[in-house]
T-cell receptor, first 111, second 115 residues
Framework: GQNIDQPTEMTATEGAIVQINCTYQ??????LFWYQQHAGEAPTFLSYNVLDGLEEKGRFSSFLSRSKGYSYLLLKELQMKDSASYLC????????????FGDGTTLTVKP | DVKVTQSSRYLVKRTGEKVFLECVQD?????MFWYRQDPGLGLRLIYF???????EKGDIPEGYSVSREKKERFSLILESASTNQTSMYLC??????????????FGPGTRLTVL
């Protein structure tokens, strides 16, 4: 997406922790989503942040700082099945109900 | 669980053909979306709809049209398919526009090849 920056690729080791960063260049939006997309499959919801701070959900956490234009997704205790693309998505930035997707970060988890 | 279905997983068409991609959701969602996904370009919004018979252009509407005659069904139409429309097409729906209600539920995708 033109307003969203994520690293293209990351590699991590099984059992480790990885942080996927997302920066954006827009001042107004409703909330920020993270989706997971395995190769050849559709994206599925991982997390949602509307307020600044950390949202924790099992092995996955997501953080948002509106003032810094920054979010990250934290994956703990990595498993091989976490190898996927992770999409940072702004909701309602240009139009309520419309979402802008980042190009995604392809994470490869190695044994 | 919300289920979003698409009419075909794979489709091969010839240049100039009219192509219909159908999407159905079963959870009474207000909003429906059509995206295409291409390597290096991410998901790009083609059209979306907030209600029956309503439609709004997304970021790349050229060469496409849509139809939403019933709340559960959203169709994408390629009036005259071209090779640059070869892509993965993803349909999605969401409950509402505000906040967490805009979580999008995706169909499995249709991989369209235009020869």
């Amino acid at each position: 997406g033109q307003n969203i920056d994520q690293p293209t690729e990351m590699t991590a080791t099984e059992g480790a922790i990885v942080q996927i960063n997302c920066t954006y260049q827009t001042s107004g939006f409703n909330g920020l989503f993270w989706y997971q997309q395995h190769a050849g499959e559709a994206p599925t919801f991982l997390s949602y942040n509307v307020l600044d701070g950390l949202e924790e959900k099992g092995r996955f956490s997501s953080f948002l700082s509106r003032s810094k234009g920054y979010s990250y997704l934290l994956l703990k205790e990595l498993q091989m099945k976490d190898s996927a693309s992770y999409l940072c998505v702004l909701s309602g930035d240009t139009n309520a109900g419309k979402s802008t997707f980042g190009d995604g970060t392809t994470l490869t988890v190695k044994p | 669980d919300v289920k979003v279905t698409q009419s075909s997983r794979y489709l091969v068409k010839r240049t100039g053909e009219k192509v219909f991609l159908e999407c159905v959701q079963d959870m009474d969602h207000e909003n429906m979306f059509w995206y295409r996904q291409d390597p290096g370009l991410g998901l790009r919004l083609i059209y979306f709809s907030y209600d029956v018979k309503m439609k709004e252009k997304g970021d790349i509407p050229e060469g496409y049209s849509v139809s939403r005659e019933k709340k559960e069904r959203f169709s994408l139409i390629l009036e005259s398919a071209s090779t640059n429309q070869t892509s993965m097409y993803l349909c999605a729906s969401s409950l509402g526009r505000a906040s967490r209600y805009n979580e999008q539920f995706f169909g499995p995708g249709t991989r369209l090849t235009v020869l």
